[in-house]
């Protein structure tokens, strides 16, 4: 139905000028609401809202044969409205419940001949509503999340899921989830039929009750039916009309398991409506849901198991397989992007989070640019492996690194996984090809070792025209002291500001407690444009030893983890003395995006005492408003190398870490790495300035309380000036 591509009325300028309004349109779009019995009266204000908030383009509102205007129809949102349709919704009528999807199907009927064949996509405003999509809607933003699904090939063999049932989640107002679960008709059963016909397993059982939510009350009849013929075939009957239902397919090997049962419908619910409230609390920017599908799996795992069974993969599995199939290979945001010498000031780098020990990863695959991708997480903890004392990085390194406990309580470091290298997990899109360095990102040309060469090579622009190292391998005295000023006094250097800090948001997000409140982060601090090394790579002319690729050559110093004598938990030192300007070891972990970490924050246990992320946040300044799965980071505490023992040292810390541009031409993703300050004595812990601001009290994750011993440490100083405002009682 849409009748062009362009935006005649659009008013891009985001200026409140109100374009006129197409009259043979908006008759159109009345008549189409009149086709599916909607008065005029009714249709026309919320038109009219609706070309507000598109701002005027039609586009978007003749999409689908009107199904944003329908939707908007049938989720009127009138905010005065709220409470008492929110009471209307949870008592729909069956009558109402058919109208509302027989205006759906007769929409999804004609988009469903328009998009054959959708991929995930995620648009911010405006949007572009369709088939299959699921949709956020509040007063003044709008996000709309296109999920993956199979086509059916008639609307009478789809599965719809109903919002109103409330069993995704119930007590969030205003939205609709339409998403094709299986393009297998499932079996209806019919609500005489249904109650209390509880049989066991292959039969049919029925539950049909009010369900009392943590946050409200779900009404109407729920069943489950398990086929005979197909066992592993689930259908949870949302409505009396049995009109919605939920498909659940899950794998024989788990349906034939003797230890699994299908858990009550009723548990599935609890729990998933107390991981909505905690986990997609925020639902416009965050919420996913294949991801609410896949927890849903995987609560009917936990339960169907009962919470000592053994951990099972299969339904895992098949839906991260579809996500996997539906992404690019590439996102827009990596395309586009341009080198640029930007690096945020970390802002409680360590306390971000990372404290979770309930993820854990089974699998590793690889992805097209054969970059170690970690396929698939379930709960585990446990499954970390043990350390070998004689050497941590299990042979992973060219050195063996041992681990000393001098103070002989025979503790070692809680257990996880040593990698030598960043390893990505499924969400995070880094993409390392060779495609991507153009010419000038490389020197083909040159042979040999560049540094020996007697012009800098193309390699050497990113630093001004001159390599970072001498030919010894140490950084060089006046590009390490630019980096280390940098650090020391902020003030000096230039800093720029995100339009939306991802840093602010995430605080904004973590310490939210209502999910849909509006409200804006915080303004950006503003970010240090930190210096960046470039080494040569694998599409050069040079020699894999060429002295331009130090990081590369990995640890070459003799390293130990030992146990501090302080309450520090492990640190890390080195056994000879280090030069100044000597490369130590980069910061090793798995790749994840902000959203990955916020999750892990968010259902962090609380037991664990130390925290590993730390945010590439290089580019955040140069992007505009980043999104949360664009924004990267590093959590090393399930995999990472020794750099996940180093402890932070306020200001005259001995090492510092520095951006390395390798693979990636662009500075979305990059490698940390740590060089010397000064000359390092043997045995010296060495050190790193996480860059916390003791300060910042609404941090998500409350910062350590800082024992590193300095004079100038940041901490001490803010506790000092706080006693000296604290007025003394007598
Ligand atoms: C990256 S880990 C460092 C290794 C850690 N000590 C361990 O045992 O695994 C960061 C954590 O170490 C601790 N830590 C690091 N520096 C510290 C300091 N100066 N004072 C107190 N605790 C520190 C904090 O618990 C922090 O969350």
């Avoid at 709008?142 to 069993?167: G, M, R, W, Y």
């Avoid at 706080?722 to 009682?729: A, F, I, L, N």
């Amino acid at each position: 139905m849409a009748k062009s591509n362009g935006n005649e009325e659009n008013d891009d300028t985001g200026l409140s000028m109100v374009p006129p309004i197409s009259k043979g349109r908006f008759d159109a779009a009345i008549r189409a609401m009149a086709g599916i019995g909607v008065l005029k009266e009714t249709a026309e204000p919320v038109l009219h809202n609706l070309l507000k908030l598109f701002r005027y383009n039609w586009v978007h509102i003749e999409a689908d044969n009107y199904l944003a205007l329908a939707d908007a129809i049938f989720n009127d949102s009138d905010p005065k409205d709220g409470q008492k349709r929110q009471a209307n919704e949870t008592n729909l009528g069956a009558d109402q419940c058919n109208k509302k999807l027989k205006a759906k199907q007769c929409c999804q009927n004609t988009a469903s001949k328009m998009h054959g064949n959708d991929k995930r996509e995620l648009v911010e405003a405006p949007p572009q509503p369709g088939r299959g999509t699921l949709r956020v809607a509040r007063a003044h933003s709008q996000l709309l999340i296109k999920e993956p699904h199979t086509c059916p090939s008639t609307a009478e063999d789809t599965t719809f899921v109903e919002n109103n049932s409330s069993v995704l989640c119930h007590g969030q107002d205003r939205q609709t989830f339409e998403a094709p679960l299986a393009t297998k008709r499932p079996q209806v059963v019919s609500p005489s039929t249904r109650k209390d016909a509880h049989r066991t397993s292959g039969a049919l059982y029925a539950v049909d009750q009010k369900y009392e939510g943590d946050s409200g009350a779900h009404e109407g009849n729920w069943a489950v039916a398990c086929s005979k013929d197909s066992p592993s075939n689930t259908e949870v009957v949302l409505s009396n009309t049995g009109a919605g239902k939920l498909s659940f397919i899950y794998n024989s090997s788990l349906a034939n398991h003797s230890g699994f049962h299908l858990p009550d419908i009723k548990l599935i619910c609890k729990k998933m409506e107390a991981r909505c409230l905690r986990k997609y609390k925020s639902l416009e920017r965050n919420f996913s849901f294949m991801n609410l599908l896949k927890d849903t799996c995987q609560c009917i795992v936990d339960l169907g198991f009962g919470s000592s069974g053994p951990r099972h993969e299969g339904i895992m599995q098949t839906l991260l397989a579809q996500d996997i199939m539906s992404k690019p290979s590439v996102p827009p945001i990596l395309q586009s992007k341009q080198a640029n010498s930007s690096f945020i000031r970390p802002n409680n780098l360590m306390s971000l989070g990372g404290t979770c020990s309930s993820h854990a990863v089974a699998g590793v695959g690889h992805n097209s640019s054969n970059m170690p991708v970690i396929l698939h997480k379930l709960h585990i903890g446990a499954n970390r492996p043990p350390h070998d004392v004689n050497d941590i990085t299990k042979g992973e390194e060219r050195l063996t690194i041992p681990i000393i406990n001098e103070i002989g309580n025979g503790i070692l470091p809680p257990p996880f996984h040593y990698i030598p290298h960043n390893i990505t997990l499924q969400e995070a899109y880094v993409n390392p090809s060779l495609a991507r360095i153009g010419d000038d990102n490389c020197c083909s040309d040159c042979f040999g070792d560049c540094l020996a060469q007697s012009l800098p090579c193309a390699c050497a622009a990113e630093t001004g025209g001159e390599f970072a190292y001498t030919t010894d391998g140490l950084l060089k005295g006046a590009f390490l002291d630019s980096c280390i000023s940098m650090l020391q006094e902020p003030h000096k250097h230039p800093q720029f500001y995100c339009k939306i800090c991802p840093n602010e948001r995430m605080k904004m997000e973590v310490n939210s407690d209502s999910p849909n409140t509006e409200m804006n982060p915080g303004p950006c601090k503003g970010h240090l444009t930190r210096k960046f090394i470039k080494e040569c790579w694998k599409k050069c002319g040079c020699t894999r030893n060429c002295g331009n690729r130090v990081v590369q050559q990995g640890i070459t110093h003799h390293l130990q983890v030992f146990l501090t004598p302080g309450k520090k938990g492990w640190g890390l030192r080195s056994t000879e003395e280090l030069p100044r300007g000597a490369f130590v070891c980069e910061y090793v972990g798995e790749i994840l995006t902000n959203i990955e970490l916020y999750d892990r924050t968010i259902q962090k246990t609380g037991k664990a005492k130390h925290t590993y992320p730390l945010l590439l946040d290089a580019d955040w300044g140069t992007e505009g408003v980043l999104k949360d799965e664009e924004a990267l980071c590093l959590d090393a505490t399930f995999y990472g190398n020794i750099a996940r023992f180093i402890n932070h040292r306020c200001i005259d810390a001995n090492i510092i870490g520095i951006p390395v541009e390798i693979e990636t031409p662009d500075h979305h993703y990059y490698h940390l790495a740590f060089f010397t300050t000064r000359v390092i004595e043997p045995f010296e812990e060495l050190t790193w300035d996480y860059g916390i601001d003791f300060d910042d009290v609404d941090h998500p994750v409350k910062a350590f309380k800082c024992r590193c011993g300095s004079e100038f440490c940041r901490d001490k100083a803010r506790i000092l000036r706080s006693k000296s405002r604290t007025p003394v009682v007598r």
